[in-house]
Structure formats: structure tokens, C-alpha cells
């Protein structure tokens, strides 16, 4: 069995300096205005060390200054010396995020704040070998760059959301069920292909990075982002790193098992896990059995005729219209998943849990009554402290938790 090795490791002077630029760029991330004297303040540095810091920054292009606006709330300022700010110029670098769906790809190229100045989707046929899909995401990648406009040597690196098993370390595909992919070796595919540092992690993980650092989740410690659609997944920052696990699987939130007897099957392999009760698939499973033993219901009704839109939010739908059954199985599915977050807060006890996917589109149905299954459920309290929110990103969530898994993998927080 392997030894625990905890991180004991030192750092020489390159790496302090290294540290302290990032700390710099991560505050000026969450405050895009400081003063030297704050910034100094904040990471306990010396004004000079600070200045010579900056003026590196500066340099590169990736700070710049500028005279700050006049002092208020009576401010004190030695008079004739206007206060200099720093500030983050965004659009200095750039990332690509790639978000790998079932027959669909989406590429975006973003900003250092995450902004995306484009997005573009590709679909793909799904019985492909993994290499000629791979083979279509590069040619996507050089399109999206291209038409950006961006420089290449501003593009900091490329950011790759997949889905399945990821190990973040080899930037191996292990397991992708729904593409039938196995040790699928995308990092060193993309990088010999694109010829830019490349970072591979699951999708759920990186929109959960995206949250966490660019969107609901700024300035928030520890979080966890629950994202629900065909499957259901987490992803986990905690105290304002992300945390992965031992191998790969930290966050499959989705195979808890919340039925001991009578389940439904999973494809798994367990049954009466919480993906065969409130992902995608299971909260249409269900609809559909309601709507069959009621076939004149307004539930019923409203799966047939609705074609126009997604099937979920059919059902959604007939709820906001008040279909008390649709309205019954929605709160079930809630209760489960709170009661799924109930164990994430015994486990974690995150600030913050944000909800994406099928769970922020449905957030009028969801949220409430799921907080309130967590508050009853969780240990000593832990739940009234905790809150429940939908994510930012809606259907960008991908291709910018892609983009930001490359941000802060190359530029906020090299590792
Ligand atoms: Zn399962």
C-alpha cells in the first residue's frame, strides 16, 4: 500500500517570486483596482518588492497603471499626488476552452477575466473512432482562433472540459461511457496537434472552476457546484483550491446511493443511486409514467404538444402551470438531491452550493424546497449557515470552465 506523502517540499527563490506574481494577479482578479500600498498590505509584502513585482507585470503588458478617480468619504491624500492604481489589462492574454459533449463540441477564446469573445459549436457523429473526433477539435480550435483574431503567442493555453473519467495527470480520457471512449491520451493528442500547452480535466470540474473563480463563486472559499443533466455531477473547491481527489473521481455526487432496496438500475452498475432520480433522463422516466396513467392530465398534455421545446422543460412547464403531479415529482426529485447535498455540507461544509445545468434552468422549482431538505437533514446546524444558489454561466458553462481550467492552470495558479 503506498505512503501517505503530504506536501513537504521547499521552494527556492524562483518559485517565491513566481508565487507572489500569482498572488498578485489573483487579487487583482477579484479587485480589478489596487493601489500598490493595498496590494502590499494584502499579500504582507514590502513596497518595494511590491514595485519591482509590478513593474515586471507592467512589462509583460499584463498590468497597467492608472490615475485613480478622486478621493471620497473623505479620504486622506497627501496634497499635489494623485493615488496610482494597477490594474488587470484582460484582454493581455487569452484561453481556449473546449467543452467535449455527447455529439456536440463547443470551442470559445476568452479573456483573462473569463469573458468570451467567441463561441462556436460543432457536432460530431458519436459511433467516430476518438481520433478523428479529436482530429475535428483541432481543426475547430484553429477556426475559433483564427476568426478571433487573437495573436497565438497571447494564447496562454487551451483548456479541455470532458466528459467521464479524466486523469488530471496524464490528461487521459480513462472512461467516457456515452462516447464509448477508453484511454483515450487527449492531452498528448492536443498538444502535438495544436502545439500549445494543453490541460485536460473532467467538464463538470472545470465549470465548477469557472463558477468558482469568475462567477457566483468569487471570493468564496469553499464551494461546490452540482450540475444535473444526463448525468449528475460535482465539482469541489475548497478552501480556494480545487480538489480532485486521489486518482480521478472526487465529486460523482451522482452515484450516491440514496435507495437501498428498489432502486432503479444505474448504469453503473449499482441501482437506486441519485442519477436514477433526478437527472435528465430519470425525471422523464418518471413524467412519462404519470403521463400514462393520466393521459387527459395537463403533464401528459403538455410532453405530447410542446414539441418546440426540450422535453425537461415540458415538464417544468406543466409545473409553473401548476400540474400537481408534475409539481409532486419535482419535489421528490428536490428531496433527493438535498438530500445528497445534506452529505456534501456533513462532508465539506461548503459556503456555497451552486446548482447549473437542468437544476439553475428549473431553479424556481428546485431551489426551495431543496435548501430546505439540506437545513433539516444536515448535521448540528451546518445546513442554515450554507447557501444554495444557480450558477452564472447557463449554457456557457462549459466552454468557459474549459477556458478557466486553462487560465488557471497557465496563468493564475501554475502548478
Ligand atoms: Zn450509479
Known amino acids: 500500500m503506498p505512503v501517505a506523502q503530504p506536501n513537504f517540499q521547499g521552494s527556492n527563490i524562483n518559485l517565491v517570486k513566481q508565487h507572489n506574481l500569482q498572488a498578485i494577479l489573483l487579487n487583482l482578479l477579484s479587485e480589478p483596482v489596487l493601489s500598490r500600498v493595498q496590494l502590499a498590505r494584502r499579500l504582507n509584502l514590502s513596497n518595494t518588492t511590491i514595485t519591482n513585482l509590478i513593474a515586471e507585470l507592467i512589462e509583460q503588458g499584463i498590468v497597467s497603471?492608472?490615475?485613480?478617480?478622486?478621493?471620497?468619504?473623505?479620504?486622506?491624500?497627501?496634497?499635489?499626488?494623485?493615488?496610482?492604481?494597477?490594474?488587470?489589462?484582460?484582454?493581455?492574454?487569452?484561453?481556449?476552452?473546449?467543452?467535449?459533449?455527447?455529439?456536440?463540441?463547443?470551442v470559445g477564446i476568452a479573456n483573462l477575466r473569463d469573458q468570451?469573445?467567441?463561441?462556436?459549436?460543432?457536432?460530431?457523429?458519436?459511433?467516430?473512432?476518438?481520433?478523428?473526433?479529436?482530429?475535428?477539435?483541432?481543426?475547430?480550435?484553429?477556426?475559433?482562433?483564427?476568426?478571433?483574431?487573437?495573436?497565438?503567442?497571447?494564447?496562454?493555453?487551451?483548456?479541455?472540459?470532458?466528459?467521464?473519467?479524466?486523469?488530471?495527470?496524464?490528461?487521459?480520457?480513462?472512461?467516457?461511457?456515452?462516447?464509448?471512449?477508453?484511454?483515450?491520451?487527449?492531452?498528448?493528442?492536443?498538444?502535438?496537434?495544436?502545439?500549445?500547452?494543453?490541460?485536460?480535466?473532467?467538464?463538470?470540474?472545470?465549470?465548477?472552476?469557472?463558477e468558482a473563480y469568475f462567477g457566483a463563486g468569487r471570493g468564496v472559499s469553499s464551494l461546490a457546484f452540482v450540475y444535473g443533466r444526463t448525468g449528475v455531477g460535482a465539482g469541489l473547491v475548497l478552501d480556494g483550491r480545487v480538489f480532485r481527489g486521489s486518482s480521478t473521481g472526487a465529486g460523482e455526487i451522482g452515484h450516491t446511493v440514496m435507495l437501498l432496496r428498489g432502486g432503479d438500475p444505474c448504469h453503473c452498475g449499482n441501482s437506486g443511486c441519485l442519477e436514477t432520480l433526478v437527472s435528465e433522463p430519470a425525471i422523464l422516466r418518471q413524467a412519462e409514467r404519470i403521463a400514462g396513467?393520466?393521459?387527459?392530465?395537463?403533464?401528459?398534455?403538455?410532453?405530447?404538444?410542446?414539441?418546440?421545446?426540450?422535453?425537461?422543460?415540458?415538464?417544468?412547464?406543466?409545473?409553473?402551470?401548476?400540474?400537481?403531479?408534475?409539481?409532486?415529482?419535482?419535489?421528490?426529485s428536490a428531496y433527493y438531491l438535498g438530500m445528497?447535498?445534506?452529505?456534501?455540507?456533513n462532508l465539506f461544509n461548503p459556503e456555497l452550493i451552486l446548482l447549473g445545468g437542468m437544476f439553475s434552468q428549473g431553479q424556481d422549482l428546485f431551489i426551495q424546497p431543496t435548501l430546505e431538505t439540506v437545513r433539516q437533514m444536515s448535521f448540528g446546524g451546518l445546513g442554515e449557515k450554507v447557501r444554495l444558489q444557480p450558477a452564472t454561466f447557463g449554457w456557457k458553462a462549459g466552454v468557459s470552465g474549459a477556458a478557466a481550467l486553462a487560465l488557471m492552470q497557465f496563468f493564475y495558479q501554475p502548478e
Open 65 to 106: 497603471e492608472r490615475e485613480s478617480a478622486p478621493a471620497e468619504n473623505g479620504e486622506q491624500r497627501p496634497v499635489g499626488r494623485p493615488r496610482i492604481d494597477i490594474c488587470l489589462n484582460p484582454d493581455a492574454r487569452f484561453a481556449v476552452g473546449v467543452h467535449i459533449g455527447v455529439g456536440v463540441f463547443r
Open 116 to 210: 468570451l469573445l467567441l463561441n462556436r459549436m460543432y457536432e460530431f457523429d458519436r459511433k467516430l473512432p476518438a481520433e478523428q473526433v479529436l482530429a475535428q477539435i483541432v481543426a475547430g480550435v484553429e477556426t475559433v482562433i483564427q476568426e478571433s483574431g487573437v495573436e497565438r503567442e497571447h494564447i496562454l493555453g487551451v483548456g479541455i472540459g470532458a466528459s467521464g473519467l479524466v486523469d488530471f495527470s496524464t490528461g487521459e480520457n480513462l472512461l467516457a461511457p456515452n462516447l464509448n471512449w477508453r484511454n483515450v491520451p487527449m492531452r498528448t493528442y492536443f498538444q502535438a496537434g495544436l502545439g500549445l500547452p494543453v490541460v485536460v480535466d473532467n467538464n463538470v470540474r472545470a465549470m465548477a472552476i469557472g
Open 293 to 332: 396513467q393520466k393521459p387527459a392530465g395537463l403533464l401528459a398534455r403538455t410532453l405530447q404538444e410542446r414539441q418546440d421545446i426540450s422535453s425537461t422543460e415540458r415538464i417544468f412547464l406543466a409545473a409553473r402551470q401548476g400540474d400537481p403531479d408534475a409539481l409532486r415529482l419535482l419535489h421528490e
Open 340 to 345: 445528497a447535498l445534506a452529505n456534501v455540507v
